[in-house]
């Protein structure tokens, strides 16, 4: 089950049928999830990584959520979420969506 603030929440499901050893399985799956692009979002700020830094951290520090880090890594086109915070002095954006 995907919680609603996660950053699958709304990605479509699909399945596949396996034969394997006679019995048929049925197999559900989320489809691929692609990073969208920042147009459609407005930067509230930059956040200038510090020593220590964590992306956990940031997300609680943003979005009350150390779960939504996500949304940074998106915001900033990384796949790897400790990738934000390994060069101290990157200036990493902060947005929120345009709705």
Known sequence: MISP???YASIDTD??????????HVIRYLKRRFIPSPT????LLQHLVR?????D???TLYFSDPTQFWRIC???NVL???ELVETIGR???????LR
Request: aromatic share 0%.
């Open 5 to 7: 603030g996660s950053r």
């Open 15 to 24: 399945t596949v049928t396996a034969d394997v050893d006679g019995e048929t």
């Open 40 to 43: 459609g979002t407005i930067t």
């Open 51 to 55: 020593q220590g830094d964590r992306v």
């Open 57 to 59: 951290n940031l997300g």
């Open 74 to 76: 998106d915001a900033n």
């Open 80 to 82: 790897r979420p400790d």
């Open 91 to 97: 200036s990493v954006s902060i947005v929120l969506p």
